[in-house]
């Protein structure tokens, strides 16, 4: 069984019978109660996108948060920050850049209108799950795969590779993302379709029936 959606890779034609594509699973119902801080934030102004990087820790940090906030200002585009793994310390972070710890996919991502992140196929999912359009910075591992199908897909723009991540690069993808409304579209309408996907339902029907 592969934990992915044949609607972002299809199956291919060689694969056997017993080859099983579920779509993608997730956890539904996870109770949140967010900050007081944060959703002071997010009704503060205009909606932001989201930013996070997950585990990943390669290069520096610093040089990253630094093309975010030059980014952000170059646009006028507000963000949610995930620190995740990288080391914000206690950054002073500029009004529209709200640096945030664990907060629930399925929860903020009801709240932005973009997402931007490494390219791991649990946020890869989350993200187009909840119909955004989505930027991909991969950083290695399966990442440039994920990125390449989205953008393949008209799910988000190009992605930008972590080495070649700066200002210019990075501000004209984040206003395509908020800009572009054939992508936004694209992106509901398959957010929609994997929603209607099952992929946990489909698991089990296949484990059963193999079972029995």
Do not use: C
């Not at 099983?20 to 996108?49: C, M, N, Q, V």
């Not at 996919?105 to 390219?119: I, M, N, S, T, Y």
């Amino acid at each position: 069984m592969y934990a992915f959606s044949s609607h972002l890779v299809p199956k291919p034609k060689s694969w056997k019978d017993y080859h099983h594509i579920t779509g993608f699973w997730f956890l539904e119902g996870e109770k949140y109660t967010p900050a007081d801080d944060l959703l002071r934030f997010l009704e503060s102004g205009s909606s932001p996108i989201y930013i996070g990087f997950g585990s990943m820790t390669g290069g520096s940090f610093q040089e990253m948060l630094d093309v975010i906030v030059q980014s952000l200002v170059r646009t006028g585009i507000r963000a949610v920050l995930f620190s995740g793994w990288g080391n914000l310390g206690n950054a002073d972070l500029p009004p529209f850049l709200f640096k945030a710890g664990f907060i629930p996919h399925e929860w903020l991502f009801q709240k932005v209108r973009a997402v931007v992140h490494h390219g791991g196929s649990g946020s890869t999912a989350s993200g187009l799950r909840a119909g955004l359009p989505t930027l991909v910075v991969p950083f290695g591992i399966d990442q440039p795969f994920w990125g390449e199908r989205v953008y393949r897909q008209g799910l988000g723009p190009r992605p930008i590779h972590r080495k070649n991540f700066t200002v210019k690069r990075f501000s004209d993808a984040i206003v395509e993302l908020v800009e572009n409304g054939s992508m936004q579209n694209r992106a509901r309408a398959f957010g929609a379709l994997l929603r209607d996907e099952g992929g946990v339902s489909n698991a089990v029907n296949i484990i059963e029936a193999y079972a029995r």
